[in-house]
């Protein structure tokens, strides 16, 4: 029997945690799912707890792999999801019992493409996503990293995950972010539900275990590119190009922030359609505008002066970092 609701688990080393979340969604009002668990090639002992659970109910579903990445594990998840609609948990965290039931049937009663819930964030503050039901608003506004481009706090039918041009770049940062915004584009309805029903653990997931710190920018840079080939295949530069320029800037940053770096070639060079436009942008830090002019003017002997001028200013609170 096909189920209502496919829910996608990607899991690397979660022995501390995958119990709890496995147990939340066999706690769930709704019975009419089907569990995909991935183990991205786990070191400890998740394949086996794993292994357990499966073993005891035929809704889980475990499927264990050499590691991979959580953008790999999550469209493994997609491509073999049976659900009318999907939605992702993550490990280490977990649901309320009535997770499941109410976002499903918000999308049946309201013949939603997508429905977003609010979430607890480390067990008591709650994150309410006050935004509007319009789904180029919230791309929009993703983009402009003025709200979380989260997977699980957002149920979408399935259809529209599994379409061809739609995936996750191989990266392990933002990876979310850039299937969501995808999806979004597909979208005709999108709907709220204004109760908090999954619990977010803000820790040092166990699914970025593989980037070091020197590799956001790398996976920043895969998640616009990712999305600048989406938009332009299907027509939506015009429609998004200011944001998605913005999003390049914001990828490209730390080729000028960190002053011992000094790839200075790389800024001006990675996204020149952004760099063409970055005065047009008022939050980007003044410190890249002016480095950039300086660049460009083969004047970039200065920029280690500007940002050592920058981080002393900062120090005292009289400019902030983005």
């Not at 889980?60 to 939605?87: D, T, Y």
């Not at 996204?271 to 063409?276: F, L, N, Q, R, V």
Request: net charge neutral.
């Amino acid at each position: 029997m096909t189920p209502i609701v496919s829910v996608i688990m990607p899991a690397y080393n979660a022995e501390a945690y995958v119990a709890k979340a496995i147990e939340s969604i066999l706690l769930q009002s709704l019975s009419d799912w089907e569990l995909i668990i991935i183990d991205d090639g786990s070191t400890d002992k998740t394949a086996s707890i794993l292994d357990g659970y499966a073993n005891k109910d035929a809704r889980i579903k475990v499927i264990h792999q050499i590691n991979h990445g959580v953008g790999f594990s999550r469209q493994l998840g997609i491509n073999k999801a049976m659900g009318k609609f999907c939605i992702h948990v993550d490990a280490d965290d977990w649901v309320e019992p009535d997770y499941l039931r109410l976002l499903v049937s918000k999308a049946e009663a309201e013949d939603a493409d997508m429905v977003w819930c609010d979430a607890y964030v480390n067990e008591s503050a709650v994150w309410s996503m006050k935004c509007k039901e319009d789904s180029a608003w919230m791309i929009r506004e993703i983009l402009n990293r003025r709200l979380w481009g989260t997977l699980w706090n957002r149920l979408f039918k399935t259809s529209i995950c599994q379409q061809k041009d739609i995936a996750f770049p191989a990266c392990t940062y933002w990876e979310d972010v850039a299937f969501v915004i995808q999806c979004l584009t597909k979208c005709n309805k999108i709907c709220h539900i204004s109760v908090p029903l999954y619990h977010y653990r803000q820790v040092e997931t166990s699914l970025l275990h593989v980037a070091a710190q020197k590799d956001i920018s790398k996976d920043y840079r895969i998640v616009a590119d990712c999305l600048d080939a989406f938009m332009s295949k299907n027509n939506l530069i015009e429609k998004f190009g200011f944001e998605l320029r913005g999003l390049k800037l914001y990828a490209i940053r730390d080729f000028i922030d960190d002053v011992r770096f000094k790839d200075y070639d790389k800024f001006v060079q990675t996204y020149p359609d952004a760099i063409e436009h970055i005065w047009e942008y008022k939050d980007y830090p003044i410190r890249l505008k002016v480095c950039s002019w300086l660049i460009q003017h083969h004047l970039r002997l200065f920029c280690p002066f500007v940002c050592k001028l920058d981080a002393l200013l900062r120090r005292f609170g009289i400019t902030k970092q983005i």
